[in-house]
């Protein structure tokens, strides 16, 4: 007959050892959570003592430090300002404002589209005859995407109600085609300013700016934490000041890399030659819209007033 087996330890040891194991991984987590906690009141201390306190020993920022902030300051504000306009680019019929039926009655048959196109895929699963699909939407029933589009879309629905041997209908046929073509050109002309000159500045704000921003915040806090450990160091005790003066060496050394790292950034965003080009990419895509209208509207000029007269002679002169 075997003998029973040995023992483990007894429960309480076990629930010991595993709450000690426990702590002893959270101990680096809560030290480093104790130490953010309490750089945050330091911060805050010294910026109540510098705000409300009156004159205080503050560390002054190098020259050419200011002259970054206010360079890249200028530069996030370029960038801001453009965004908002540049941002139209990136909307529908910005150009124009949609009769709200008609807005209403292309939200509703894309949604009633979707509905019978999902209704018609689920019948397909279940192996049953679906809804009938229905009749594709023509140009007719779509919202406009541009003014020019609007124009060329009144010009050919005025266009069916008349005679067609006459020279308005002739003219409102020409007029039409000549917004299509403008109407095209300006969506051309959108794409292209989103690709070459909305997206890479936003992208430029978002990063090359965005990490200088966050730099110059770093810098302010621990700019903070310096000037604590300076003040710390001057009140602190006979035996605390080794201690304390290492601190502050410490936050001296942190001070001055925030300071060289953020002056680095900002140069990058100061001497970043991409604002430039993107503006360059902008005006030549203009330039191509605004020739293709002119080219457009150049090319029908001349047909409407020659129309203009042969109406005015069939006026005067009735068959």
Known sequence: MSGAPPAGPPVTQQVTAAFSSIMTRLQPVGNTLGNTLSRGVTQAQQYAKETFGGPSDVTELPPEYRELEEKVDHVKALHDNFLRVAKNYTYPHYDWDPPMTESVSDLWGNVTERATALAATTAKAAGVSGPPQPTPRSAKD?????????????????????????????????????????????????????AKFYQPFLTTLNQTIGHAMKARIHVRTVRLNYDAARAKLKAARPEKVDVTRSEMEAAEDEFVAAVDDAMGKMKVVVENPEPLKNLADLVAIQLSYFKEAYEALADLAPEIDELQVTNEALLRNPQ
Do not use: C, T, Y
């Not at 308005?168 to 794409?191: I, T």
């Open 142 to 194: 779509e919202i406009p995407r541009s003014l020019s589009h609007a124009f060329s879309r009144a010009a050919v629905v005025s266009a069916e109600g008349l005679n067609q041997e006459e020279p308005l209908a002739a003219a409102l046929r020409k007029f039409a085609a000549a917004h299509e073509r403008v109407g095209n050109a300006r969506l051309k002309q959108d794409a292209e300013a989103v």
